[in-house]
């Protein structure tokens, strides 16, 4: 295929970018929230409703881009993240920081949100040959996973050198946003070089005609997105950011071995992502996601009943060593199964069901941390509803095969 040679490498460096700045954000941005004088519940809810302003910007910018453009999509969603960091950082207003979450572009779990991995995907799938599709996601997911791993590293230690140098606790954390904001700057600078080759060319009539962008494949994309947002509906108990506040407040972790900890498991959940690829090539993507899935889900439900710090730091780095199998074979497997002119949109609709499914989730882990009692129960009920996803999962696609595995 014919492409320009600066495409792939671009792409991959906007992932390292902005993963690096969500993982950068995650690991304070509830400490911050809750050092502006926000509740336990406030911040839950801030943090659903980042996610559920994802569903209409995302869902706008990603049925539209194989229309308006690609590029020019993705410079849109990088201009929503410098507004998001900009306006955290400097008001303490409950109402404000709401409307922003709602409009804004800003990631409380360290994964990527927003319209930028579905556009970037899309793209990709349209350079690269259909065989090496699964092993290019694994290895787009493993620097992703490295890089959010390093900005945990970079804010802990960036907030505890800050910290005992005399800055203010919460002036060291809006430290950390305008670094998120000028990440997007970042960003749309790079964009702004992508080629007309990542673009999908002739758009058909009737991907014009639909509103989200889908035609052939709708009914098969519209199963994967229920199914997606069951699962993100319980990953979304268990963002990072709230697993940084969990061990904040069960064992006092300060934020520096916070940033350590999140460092360690975005490495190994990297490592599993690249380790994905081999998989599927074997015994194919739906298997791969499943049966790597269910293992994760039971370590995760085991997190919080370890006693002491170190065994629970070791079950949550076993669970990350295996947790991001399903996501590159996922991907590869909603950009297999459907037509060109719909890869976007399709990525961009399964995307945001899963938004609105973990949209939901931390309102409630937010009710939850408020009780001493019921601090452990969003780690049960995560691992237990993804059991749940897991079953129904293979029940409906395990025959449902994308080319390269057809006889």
């Known amino acids: 295929m014919l492409h320009s040679k600066s495409d792939i490498p671009l792409l991959f460096t906007t992932r390292i970018i902005r993963l690096f700045a969500y993982g950068f954000l995650s690991v304070a941005l509830a400490l911050y929230l809750a050092q502006v004088g926000l509740s336990e519940p406030e911040i839950g809810l801030l943090l659903t409703l980042t996610l559920v302003g994802d ?5 706008w910018i990603t049925t539209s881009a194989d229309r308006i ?3 020019r999509m993705l410079l849109l969603g990088a201009g929503l993240m410098v507004l998001a960091g900009l306006v955290f950082a400097f008001t303490h207003s409950f109402v404000l920081l709401v409307v922003t979450a709602i409009i804004g572009v ?3 779990s360290g994964n990527d949100i927003g319209p930028f991995l579905s556009i970037e995907q899309a793209g990709l799938t349209q350079i690269i040959p259909s065989r090496d599709r699964t092993k290019v996601f694994a290895w787009y997911n493993l620097v992703g996973s490295f890089a959010t791993a390093l900005g945990s590293l970079a804010s802990g230690g960036l907030v505890q050198a800050l910290q005992g140098s005399g800055m203010p606790v919460i002036n060291s954390y809006q430290v950390v946003l305008v670094g998120y904001a000028l990440f997007g700057i970042v960003l749309a600078a790079l964009f702004a070089f992508l080629s007309p080759q990542v673009e999908v060319g002739v758009v058909s009539a009737a991907t014009i005609r639909t509103r989200l962008g889908l035609h052939k494949s709708q009914k098969v994309v519209l199963r994967l997105s229920a199914l997606f947002a069951l699962d993100a509906f319980a990953g979304g108990f268990v963002v990072q950011s709230i697993m940084a506040f969990w061990f904040h407040e069960k064992f006092g972790v300060e934020p520096a071995v916070l940033g350590s900890i999140f460092f360690g498991a975005n490495i190994l959940a990297g490592i599993s992502a690249l380790l994905a690829a081999r998989i599927a090539a074997k015994i194919g993507l739906i298997n791969t996601m499943v049966f790597t899935h269910v293992p994760s889900n039971i370590l995760l439900m085991l997190v919080p009943l370890m006693p002491t710090l170190p065994l629970a730091i070791i079950v949550l780095l076993l ?6 199998m399903d996501v590159p074979t996922r991907q590869s497997y909603t950009m297999a199964v459907v037509e060109p002119d719909e890869r976007s949109a399709a990525s961009g609709v399964t995307a945001i069901a899963r938004s609105v499914g973990a949209a939901i989730s931390p309102s409630l882990t937010g009710v939850f941390l408020a009780v001493p009692g019921l601090l452990s129960l969003p780690f049960l009920l995560s691992g237990g509803l993804k059991l749940v996803y897991d079953f129904f999962m293979y029940r409906s ?3 449902v095969k994308p080319p390269e595995e057809k006889p």
Do not use: A, E, K, W
Not at 55 to 59: A, G, K, S
Not at 319 to 324: A, C, G, L, N, Y
């Open 55 to 59: 569903v209409p910007v995302t869902l």
């Open 69 to 71: 453009g690609r590029r």
């Open 397 to 399: 696609f395990q025959s």
């Open 106 to 108: 800003i990631s409380p």
């Open 319 to 324: 669970r990350f060593s295996i947790s991001q």
